[in-house]
Structures are given as structure tokens and as C-alpha cells.
């Protein structure tokens, strides 16, 4: 904290949360994960209390109809996005990130060559997808999940375009969930309406700066490979 940086985390834990908001560190809001359970086992192994995993084979009978339904109508819809590599996307994404109004951490080459070349022994290159509108998502496995690391759709249609490539991918994979970040009610309602399901609570960033320099944002735009949920 002597350094004049920025520090970011996010999700701390209560103590941790505690103590940090103690030093000086100050919370932000952000996006939303939302996850499509490819097997609903796994989500709800993540939802019930251990002491109640017994119910788990009888609440998936109940609910996995409903997922079902909804997958099948993913994976047959004709998607007009393409596989390519980050480096197809970058300007993609350098054009996205000057759209950004809300503070970010920057993606620049340095960082995606660092972050998506993939880390040996660990996790995978991080794969593109884009259509000829200008929208694009970067994604890969990282098992039980199947990450969308950061994305750009226009409207619903271009959502259900890309889901739809995915979804095929993340069952080639043998991944049991699709997740991501929504950051805004806009793509929380689109993905909703395909069946994704948001986390109760925004993602909570907690920073610290000599100079205050996040105190009176609203919001940080957030991507998965901005946490260290798999890093």
C-alpha cells in the first residue's frame, strides 16, 4: 500500500472484507456471473448445503426438463459466428474497450498475450469467435465450466447466435456449465431469456489507490479474466 498503484479484488472474503475496508480499501460494484447448467447436478452441487446432497439426484430429475429443453433449442440454431484466434478480435476489442464509459481494466496486447496464450500445465489458449457485425466473445474450457471470458452482442439475436456456438463447443468439451459476466440489465435480461441464471449478488470489487481514483464511479466493467476465479 506504500506503492502508488491500484489493487483489485473481488469477492473477498467476510474477514478479509472486514479487515481490508479497515486499510483503506473501498467497494465497487460490477457485473453479474451467470451460468448455464449443461448438467444441472453440477449447479446444484454448487447451490445446496452439503448436508443436504442427498436431495441432489431427485432435484435434478425435476429440474434438468427445463435446461433441457432450452439446450436443445441452443444447439440447433444456426449461428452465423466463426472460431478464430484473440489475435483476429483484438481490434474488436480495442475498438470495445474505448466504448466503455465505466472504468476497466485495460486488455491491451501486452495483457492478452500474457492472459490468453494459455498457461502450461494449467489452462488452455483462450479461442474467439466473431460475426460480421462487429460482436465477438473470447472462450475456452476450463473444466467442470466452459468459460466466455469477455463478449460484445449488439442485441438478442446476436446473444442467441453466439450461445448457440458455444453451447456445441462447451458439449464437445464435456463441460458442465456455460458462465460469464452480464454487465448491464440489458444482457442480464437477454441471457436470462435463453436460460442462463444470474448470481444473487453483483460482483463485488474491493480497490485501493493513494489518490482515490475509483471512489465516485458508479461501476467497473468486469470480465472472467479479470478475477482469479481460474487464475
Not at 443436504?52 to 429443453?69: E, G, R, T, V, W
Not at 478480435?89 to 496464450?117: V, Y
Given at each position: 500500500m506504500k506503492r502508488d498503484v491500484i489493487s483489485l479484488g473481488n469477492n473477498a472474503s467476510p474477514r478479509a472484507d472486514r479487515l481490508m475496508l479497515k486499510l483503506g480499501f473501498r467497494p465497487i460494484p460490477s457485473g453479474r456471473s451467470m451460468v448455464f447448467p449443461l448438467d444441472v447436478e453440477h449447479l446444484l452441487k454448487w447451490i445446496v448445503p452439503s448436508k443436504f446432497n442427498y436431495s441432489i439426484p431427485f432435484l435434478s430429475k425435476l429440474i434438468q426438463p427445463y435446461f433441457a429443453i432450452k439446450k436443445k433449442l441452443l444447439k440447433q440454431k444456426e449461428s452465423d459466428f466463426n472460431v478464430c484466434a484473440w489475435e483476429d478480435i483484438f481490434n474488436l476489442l480495442e475498438h470495445r474497450q474505448?466504448?466503455?464509459?465505466?472504468?476497466?481494466?485495460?486488455?491491451?496486447?501486452?495483457?492478452?498475450?500474457?492472459?490468453?496464450?494459455?498457461?502450461?500445465?494449467?489452462?488452455?489458449?483462450?479461442?474467439?469467435?466473431?460475426?460480421?457485425?462487429?460482436?465477438?466473445?473470447?472462450?475456452?474450457?476450463?473444466?467442470?465450466?466452459?468459460?466466455?471470458?469477455?463478449?460484445?452482442?449488439?442485441?438478442?439475436?446476436?446473444?442467441?447466435?453466439?450461445?448457440?456456438?458455444?453451447?456445441?463447443?462447451?458439449?464437445?468439451?464435456?463441460?458442465?456449465?456455460l458462465q460469464l459476466?452480464?454487465?448491464?440489465?440489458?444482457?442480464?435480461?437477454?441471457?436470462?431469456?435463453?436460460?442462463?441464471?444470474?448470481?444473487?449478488?453483483?460482483?463485488?470489487?474491493?480497490?485501493?489507490?493513494?489518490?482515490?481514483?475509483?471512489?465516485?464511479?458508479?461501476?467497473?466493467?468486469?470480465?472472467?479474466?479479470?478475477?482469479?476465479?481460474?487464475?
Amino acid at each position: 500500500m506504500k506503492r502508488d498503484v491500484i489493487s483489485l479484488g473481488n469477492n473477498a472474503s467476510p474477514r478479509a472484507d472486514r479487515l481490508m475496508l479497515k486499510l483503506g480499501f473501498r467497494p465497487i460494484p460490477s457485473g453479474r456471473s451467470m451460468v448455464f447448467p449443461l448438467d444441472v447436478e453440477h449447479l446444484l452441487k454448487w447451490i445446496v448445503p452439503s448436508k443436504f446432497n442427498y436431495s441432489i439426484p431427485f432435484l435434478s430429475k425435476l429440474i434438468q426438463p427445463y435446461f433441457a429443453i432450452k439446450k436443445k433449442l441452443l444447439k440447433q440454431k444456426e449461428s452465423d459466428f466463426n472460431v478464430c484466434a484473440w489475435e483476429d478480435i483484438f481490434n474488436l476489442l480495442e475498438h470495445r474497450q474505448g466504448e466503455i464509459n465505466s472504468p476497466q481494466i485495460l486488455h491491451d496486447c501486452d495483457f492478452m498475450k500474457w492472459r490468453a496464450t494459455g498457461f502450461e500445465n494449467f489452462s488452455q489458449r483462450i479461442n474467439a469467435s466473431k460475426n460480421h457485425d462487429g460482436s465477438f466473445a473470447l472462450h475456452n474450457v476450463f473444466l467442470p465450466y466452459y468459460n466466455i471470458y469477455e463478449w460484445y452482442c449488439k442485441d438478442l439475436t446476436e446473444v442467441k447466435s453466439m450461445i448457440a456456438l458455444l453451447i456445441n463447443l462447451a458439449i464437445k468439451t464435456k463441460a458442465s456449465t456455460l458462465q460469464l459476466v452480464a454487465n448491464n440489465n440489458e444482457e442480464v435480461k437477454w441471457l436470462s431469456s435463453l436460460g442462463f441464471i444470474k448470481s444473487r449478488n453483483m460482483e463485488r470489487i474491493i480497490h485501493y489507490s493513494k489518490d482515490n481514483i475509483l471512489v465516485r464511479a458508479d461501476k467497473l466493467y468486469f470480465t472472467l479474466y479479470d478475477t482469479d476465479l481460474n487464475l
